[in-house]
């Protein structure tokens, strides 16, 4: 599977409250030639969601306001088909369980890099 070419055809949505985590991600998409909307906060996303679907949406855990977990359940009922990650510092076995039972497909704690990413890309897109 060529990931790349893969991902130019679907949106991507990222929201973290870090914005060094935001830059460099969306620097990464972005040269290797895919779309990537980065927001501050889940409820951010939300409105994002209002006006636009997206394909893949990775979210922190830990967010300002709503956390990450909390977004995934408000978006569930309507994003069954989107692919999502959760990325945190703060994994834990009930967590990971509770994000899975939102939908989420795969979990990257932190530190991760931008393979770390690809890989979950590459198994949750085949």
Do not use: A, H, P
């Given at each position: 599977m060529n990931l790349f070419a893969t991902l130019k055809e679907?949106?991507?949505?990222?929201i973290d409250d870090d914005e060094w985590i935001r830059d460099s991600l969306s620097l990464f998409f972005e040269l290797q030639g895919c779309s990537l909307v980065a927001l501050e906060t889940a409820e951010e996303g939300l409105k994002e969601l209002s006006r636009k679907s997206y394909d893949i949406i990775v979210a922190d855990y830990k967010l300002p306001?709503?956390?990450?977990?909390?977004?995934?359940?408000?978006i569930a009922a309507f994003y069954r088909h989107t692919i999502k990650i959760c990325i945190s510092a703060y994994g834990s076995a009930e967590l990971i369980a509770e994000a899975r039972k939102?939908?989420?497909?795969?979990?990257?704690?932190?530190p991760f890099t931008a393979g770390s990413i690809e890989a979950s890309l590459v198994r949750l897109l085949q």
């Open positions: 679907k949106r991507l949505l990222l306001g709503m956390n990450g977990l909390e977004f995934f359940k408000r939102t939908g989420v497909g795969e979990f990257i704690e932190k």
